[in-house]
């Protein structure tokens, strides 16, 4: 049973959502990603194995990629977070979803926004050259259908330019 009594407000937290900066009420319990799907309607995250498993909740936090099903909301307080929706600008992709669609890196696209954020996460760590580097980075992002070939075809190609562009809307 909780102490915390059934009307408490929650904590006051204040972050910047794929380039907007938000203030939000949230409970002390309430993950990053039920906070994304439930309450701000950002469905592009999704939610796989609740477990940190799968990766198909990641995302980028102040640029690194964190698994949103275990991350606490409240944690983010001044963070930058961008999901699959703030990669884009307006409606020009950016060069790694355009890849993405080139290699045909997604068959269901259940796991492709996780593998996308990862992959941009991956990209501003700069560990990663070589395709063998690539697929040992990106591991903790599965994909249900088996479409990894593509998938690394795709990072693989994009890769050089993510890293000179910088960030997820460069």
Not at 47 to 75: E, F
Request: net charge negative; with cysteine.
């Amino acid at each position: 049973m909780s102490d915390t009594p059934p009307d408490y407000p929650g904590q006051a937290i204040c972050l910047t959502l794929n380039g907007a900066p938000r203030q939000l009420l949230v409970q002390p319990w309430l993950t990053l990603l039920d906070l994304l799907r439930d309450q701000l309607d950002l469905i592009g995250t999704k939610k796989g194995c609740d477990h940190g498993q799968c990766g198909a909740c990641t995302v980028l936090r102040n640029g690194r990629r964190v698994n949103a099903c275990l991350t606490l909301a409240i944690m983010c307080d001044g963070d930058e977070l961008t999901t699959i929706e703030g990669v884009a600008q307006g409606e020009t992709l950016h060069p790694l979803q355009q890849a993405f669609i080139r290699h045909d890196a997604f068959q269901c696209g259940y796991c492709t926004p996780g593998q996308i954020c990862s992959a941009l996460g991956m990209a501003a760590e700069g560990r990663a050259h070589s395709r063998a580097e690539i697929k040992e980075a990106m591991s903790g992002n599965l994909c249900r259908c088996g479409a990894y070939g593509n998938i690394l075809d795709a990072v693989e190609e994009a890769l050089p330019l993510m890293q000179t562009q910088g960030g997820p809307r460069s």
